[in-house]
Antibody, heavy 119, light 112 residues
Framework: EVQLVESGGGIVQPGGSLRLSCAAS????????MHWVRQAPGKGLVWVSR????????TYADSVKGRFTMSRDNAKNTLFLQMDSLRPEDTAVYFC????????????WGQGTLVTVSS | DIVMTQSPDSLAVSLGERATINCKSS????????????LAWYQQKPGQPPKLLIS???IRQSGVPDRFSGSGSGIDFTLTISSLQAEDVAVYYC?????????FGQGTKLEI
């Protein structure tokens, strides 16, 4: 059974940092491009970032570029999102997502972890 | 960036009736290299993550009931539910994956 389990969410003040993790199981993690997608409370889905199978290539949405860093550890089947300089508008549920290729549909979704940026 | 626009924003359909959701992209999502449309449909029920229903505009995922179908090419796409069931109440999103950012439509809330 495919599982993606996010952790690391919580409440942080504006300007602060958080590191999200996503533990993957049930599929060959190293064969999948991975993404983060976020959803603000009551709002729609927004793609945040992606990383290549070997971690050598990353791409970010303009709204997070320079503040967020995505990485992966294929030996530990784990995905990360380092979030710095957080803003109130970053408040959202963050989903860890698996896709088959660089331009491919999003096959697997985690349950999400809530990040709240508030003073 | 490619902008995805869905219509309508919300839709009420009777049980057993047909539901149709439209999605329009600001530029073609048809890849000339493989002649495939880089377009997916997702279903999100309250409190749950999205679930992939349709990929490549018309390929139904394994386990998805055959009352769900996707069609269209280029910039205009449609998700059709042929006979609405109670468990189909959800928000539906289209998304392109032709290039980054892999933008989603704003969502269509389907109700009975």
């Amino acid at each position: 059974e495919v599982q993606l389990v996010e952790s690391g969410g919580g409440i942080v003040q504006p300007g602060g940092s958080l590191r999200l993790s996503c533990a993957a199981s049930g599929f060959t993690f190293s064969n999948y491009w991975m993404h983060w997608v976020r959803q603000a409370p009551g709002k729609g889905l927004v793609w945040v970032s992606r990383i290549s199978t070997d971690g050598s290539a990353t791409t970010y949405a303009d709204s997070v570029k320079g503040r967020f860093t995505m990485s992966r550890d294929n030996a530990k089947n784990t995905l990360f999102l380092q979030m710095d300089s957080l803003r109130p508008e970053d408040t959202a549920v963050y989903f860890c997502v698996g896709g088959g290729g660089s331009n491919a549909p999003f096959d697997f979704w985690g349950q999400g972890t809530l990040v709240t940026v508030s003073s | 960036d490619i902008v995805m626009t869905q219509s309508p924003d919300s839709l009420a359909v009777s049980l057993g009736e047909r539901a149709t959701i439209n999605c329009k992209s600001s530029q073609s999502v048809l890849y000339s290299s493989n002649n495939k449309n880089n377009l997916a449909w997702y279903q999100q029920k309250p409190g749950q993550p999205p679930k992939l229903l349709i990929s490549w505009a018309s390929i139904r995922q394994s386990g998805v009931p055959d009352r769900f179908s996707g069609s269209g090419s280029g910039i205009d796409f449609t998700l059709t539910i042929s006979s609405l069931q109670a468990e189909d109440v959800a928000v539906y999103y289209c998304q392109h994956y032709a290039s980054t950012p892999h933008t989603f439509g704003q969502g269509t809330k389907l109700e009975i």
